[in-house]
């Protein structure tokens, strides 16, 4: 079954928490470098003391030796799933799956959901016939070197899934309802396609944190998914 995470892009700890507690059942949260930055470990290791299985997106991209002491540190404070930047290389890649070890999820970020085809040209400096030929190209070499599974976007997840068969995980952020802003996210998709088209695990922030009744917004997303 497809699982929600619940991105806390919010302005602090205490705000987090909050809101995590009225949140019935909440099984992920995502921290990113917003708020991983003002709190630290300490909000880490409270989501962990809920029960909540905290998702570290900080997307690392830097020298191998590096990454991988990230990722150690990270699966030492006990967060379940973290981020890694595809565009590192395989031999980062490679040192942080081998660093991850069996308890912590490593995913590869292919494409960022802000980018198109002519951003993605203007950051490599070729030409970008097709986002989705594109993060395949990302994602095999992220699954080759050992990751579990690959971060895209909903337009890519049903070609991803096709090639790269039932096994890796694809997280999926730009998560939107229907009438919900896209906000600075280019390629969005509703939940329940994305779902369709083989997901398992969608990344769900403004249109929860900022519904004028979060937790409301996040029970019919849970009953969707259920």
């Given at each position: 079954m497809t699982e929600l995470i619940v991105a806390f892009d919010m302005g602090s700890g205490r705000d987090a928490l909050l809101l995590a507690a009225r949140?019935?059942?909440?099984?992920?949260?995502?921290?990113?470098?917003?708020?991983?930055?003002?709190?630290?470990?300490?909000?880490?290791?409270?989501?962990a003391q809920r029960g909540v299985r905290v998702f570290l997106d900080l997307k690392w991209h830097?020298?191998?030796?590096?990454?991988?002491?990230?990722?150690?540190?990270?699966?030492?404070?006990?967060?379940?799933?973290?981020?890694v930047h595809c565009l590192g290389g395989r031999a980062m890649l490679g040192a942080a799956a081998s660093a991850a070890g069996p308890d912590l999820a490593l995913v590869g970020v292919t494409v960022l959901t802000s980018h198109d085809a002519a951003e993605l040209e203007s950051i490599l400096g070729r030409g970008v016939p097709d986002v989705g030929f594109e993060a395949e190209r990302l994602a095999r070499a992220?699954?080759?070197?050992?990751?579990?599974g690959i971060v895209a976007s909903g337009h890519e997840v049903g070609f991803l899934r096709?090639?790269?068969?039932?096994?890796?995980?694809?997280?999926?952020?730009?998560?939107?309802?229907?009438?919900d802003p896209a906000g600075d996210q280019v390629r969005t998709i509703e939940p329940a396609e994305a779902v369709r088209r083989g997901a398992t695990h969608l990344v769900v922030g403004r249109p929860i944190t900022e519904a004028r009744d979060p937790a409301a917004a996040y029970q019919r997303l849970v009953e969707a998914l259920d």
């Open positions: 949140l019935p059942q909440l099984r992920w949260a995502k921290l990113g470098p917003v708020l991983y930055v003002r709190e630290g470990p300490a909000l880490i290791r409270e989501f830097d020298i191998p030796n590096t990454v991988a002491g990230a990722v150690t540190a990270a699966r030492d404070l006990g967060v379940s799933m973290a981020t992220a699954l080759q070197v050992g990751l579990r096709e090639v790269l068969g039932p096994t890796p995980w694809i997280v999926v952020p730009g998560i939107r309802g229907p009438g």
